[in-house]
């Protein structure tokens, strides 16, 4: 199962994230985070509240005031890691025995004041919704109070809130449009754990994004659970959105958003995560034909190539909807990439319902998938209404032929780029040599060159002509 584990994590699980501040005689934070992209994103909201509220961070727990793990729920296994994480974080506290623990985020939402009374493993528990109280429950849980806050909100987008920033290359960095789910497929915990569906100003974003332009950076990815269910009109909420528009006030939907982001600058490039294919409008596919600067790179998780288990899974859609939204990428985008998530071994899952996933991802022709098999989580529809049938050795035979099945797509695909120039923003050096940038080319695909007198943040034209399964190599020719 290791290339298993590589396949599904992305490098930055567990990452040490870090300030960029002065640090003399402040409080010392610190703060590891697990879980999606969004996770991510909320950690600098999060690093923000601590920096206001006069906290330095450090890259080594051991020299740490205050410990904070942002965490995932999705599955099992991510809770798991989180477990092992607290038991080492707690032997710290022999040695300072002021130390204060804190869990965010997914798991700390799902298990709320179990943390504190069965295990005894943390002082503070804090919600995805709560972050703002995180300096009142601070100084409680200094005091030896109860120190949780689990609250999730209808509201709350931290759309004030001025991301800090962590362990950035200066170029690239995510925005939250949105938060919570309100799409109740039966497998998933999120809209236990992160609430109802809510979208954010887009007045906010948009500065947001200009001030990031202005500092340099040269791409945005805009976040949501679901983004193309995004929607503003005065409000957030999607049940208050028909009373608002008979007031007369005009909505914002996700292409509005997008074309207004790309307007910036044509230097700025734009990404958005994660589409949902029962609710992905071709008015979106139209926007990203007519902006060079949006790449052309869609992730559309499909879960699962059977109509039966789709419906199961309360996905809203079957085979052949998806497959009429390929076809409208593929006709409006020609040289779009498709990225999928799949689940092997959802309950009643049978053999003949897996060979419609390979058939799907064979014909979809996906670029790349995220890759799982299935993990029942407390309180989900498919805990309380189904029977987690199928046995874990052959869920993980079958998540081996998907990723099989994939690995040979994602390769041939890398060899369709071979022989043409490829519009590459240069984020870092490369991991193998540093005489050699990398960056992404539009489909999300990694671009290394020598570096020549290019720097960060430059666009680099890259004529491509070699490859390994996974990387472009070539040089640039601006
Ligand atoms: N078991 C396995 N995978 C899951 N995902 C979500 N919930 C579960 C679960 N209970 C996967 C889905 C989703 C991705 C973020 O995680 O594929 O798209
Ligand atoms: Fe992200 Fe879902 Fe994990 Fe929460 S449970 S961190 S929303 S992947």
Redesign the pocket.
Known sequence: MEEFEKIIDESRQGEALMLEVNDAGKPKLYLESYG?QMNFADSEIVASILKDGGYATTKDFNEADVIFVNTCA???NAEQRVRQRLTDFKKAKKNNPELIIGVLGCMAERLKEKFLEEEKLVDIVVGPDAYRDIPNLLSRAEEGQKAVNVILSKEETYADITPVRLDSNGVTAYISIMRGCDNM?S????PFTRGRERSRDPESILAEAKDLFEKGYREVTLLGQNVDSYIWAGGGLKKDIPAALDKGLKATSFAELLEMVAQIHSDLRVRYS?SNPKDMTDDVLYVMAKYENICKNIHL?V?SGSSRILELMNRGYTREYYEERILAIRKILPDCGISS???TG?CTETEEDHQATLSLMEWADYDFS????????PN?A?ERKLTDDIPELVKKRRLAEVIEVQKALSEKKTKTHLNKTHRVLIERSSKRSDQMWAGRNSQNIVVVFPKGDLKIGDYANVWVDECTKTTLIGKAVN
């Open positions: 999606c999705i599955r099992d497929c497998f998933c915990v999120v994660t998780p879960q998530d799949i689940i959802f995220f890759m799982f098999f299935y993990s029942e989580r989900t498919a």
